[in-house]
Each structure stands twice: as structure tokens, then as C-alpha cells.
């Protein structure tokens, strides 16, 4: 069964980044988009970024806009998030996601698949 594994969570200052990767189990050719999607505590569910399997579109948040670059690696099947000048704020659950609709939407309920998630921790 296709498994998506997150790993690059952990707790950082005000400013400090990280770099979260999604590695997938197994092909996954059925599938045209990732994403990186994020929850606090008592909050919904939001899309951060969402890239196509060939890395032609991309699409970001408002909130991370300028921050955040998603990117892919198809020979690994692997997508990354590199978030830079984090706030608390971005403090979260970030989930990784595929999904095999073709259209930019970042709305978790059209999301086929998630990740188990990785903490991020943005103290001030």
C-alpha cells in the first residue's frame, strides 16, 4: 500500500528555516499534484503548497508566499518544503498529500492521500 513519509519537522527561533521532505513508498503515476498542507491546534486544515508531478505549476498560500518554496525530485519521488523566516505562527502539523485531480485547488477534501505528518515549532 502507497505510503507517504514525512520527515524535517523540529523546533526552530523566530527566522530560523527548515526543509520538510514527503518521500512516497511506491509509484505514484496515477497522481498529478503534491502538496503540503498544515493544521494547528483548534484550526482547519490549510494548503501551504501544491506542486504538479512535473514541477509546471506550482501554487502557494498567501501566508507563506515568498517564504516557502515547494520543489520536486522525481527520481527519488520525493517533494521538499524549504520554509525561510518562519514566525510562529507556522507553527503546526505540516502533512504531505498527493492527489491525482489535475487543477490548482488547495482544498484538503480533494486530497487522495496523506502523510503522517511532522511537527513544526516556531518559538518567538
Known amino acids: 500500500q502507497l505510503q507517504l513519509v514525512e520527515s524535517g519537522g523540529g523546533s526552530v527561533q523566530t527566522g530560523g528555516s527548515l526543509r520538510l521532505s514527503c518521500a512516497a513508498s511506491?509509484?505514484?503515476?496515477?497522481?498529478?499534484?503534491w502538496g503540503w498542507f498544515r493544521q494547528a491546534p483548534g484550526q482547519e486544515r490549510g494548503g501551504v503548497a501544491i506542486?504538479?508531478?512535473?514541477?509546471?505549476?506550482?501554487r502557494y498560500s498567501v501566508s507563506v508566499k515568498g517564504r516557502v518554496t515547494i520543489s520536486r525530485d522525481s527520481a527519488k519521488n520525493t517533494v521538499y518544503l524549504q520554509m525561510n523566516s518562519l514566525k510562529p505562527e507556522d507553527t503546526a502539523m505540516y502533512y504531505c498529500?498527493?492527489?491525482?485531480?489535475?487543477?490548482?485547488?488547495?482544498?484538503?477534501?480533494?486530497?487522495?492521500?496523506w502523510g503522517q505528518g511532522t511537527q513544526v515549532t516556531v518559538s518567538s
Open positions: 506542486i504538479s508531478d512535473g514541477s509546471s505549476a506550482i
Open positions: 511506491g509509484p505514484t503515476y496515477s497522481y498529478t499534484f
Open positions: 498529500a498527493i492527489r491525482s485531480s489535475y487543477t490548482l485547488s488547495m482544498r484538503p477534501t480533494e486530497v487522495d492521500l
